[in-house]
């Protein structure tokens, strides 16, 4: 039910209405004095509880991320892994020596140094050459942009839960009538979604 000013007050009073909600913004100047600004226009208000505790599985940390992103990270981490490996070929076939230790110049080694940047491990040698040592760059660049954003994706994930919501999209709102669209006023989402700008509400 929604009312203002007195009439909710006497609601409230009378046990009509069991909570009563206004918009209510306190400032102060100094530690004594505060001053409590209440609007005189009408305001509405849409509470929202979030249902149950999230439920964690042992694929979490793999839903996570799309499969398609998952199969895009091991792209770059083999194409990584094989530039690296034909920069040290390349080197070596023209005469300038690989840059690294010898025993260190496999395809296995490779794929272990790029997974070790990848982890945010670092690199264990020093290249001495200037191709290897901007691929070495690239590579600590690459997983420390990937390791944040798949810790703050893990994170937003493991919060909100597994749960999906219960219709596809916002055809699907309209067509079933079962749940209501709550949009702030004169927020982006309430401007895109108004058909008609000359209407008050949506």
Known sequence: MRASGNTARFMLHSEVADVYLSATVVT?????????????????????????????????????????????????????????????????AVGMGSGMEPANTSLGHCFLAVLGCICTQGWQES??????????????????????????????????????????GLDDVAKKGTHVLCVRNESYAYLTLKVRPQRDKL
């Open 28 to 92: 102060t100047e100094e530690d004594d004095q505060f001053y409590h600004t209440q609007p005189v226009v009408t305001h509405w208000y849409h509470l929202f509880v979030r249902k149950g505790a999230p439920q964690v599985s042992a694929d979490s940390y793999i839903r996570a991320l799309s499969p398609s992103m998952w199969a895009m990270t091991l792209a770059a981490v083999l194409l990584l892994c094989v530039v690296l490996r034909a920069m040290v070929w390349l080197r070596t």
């Open 127 to 168: 290249p001495s050459c200037l191709s290897i040592r901007l691929i070495v760059v690239t590579t600590l660049l690459f997983g420390y942009l990937l390791c944040n954003s798949y810790s703050a994706v893990l994170i937003s994930y493991l919060a909100s839960g597994h749960s999906t919501a219960p219709f596809s």
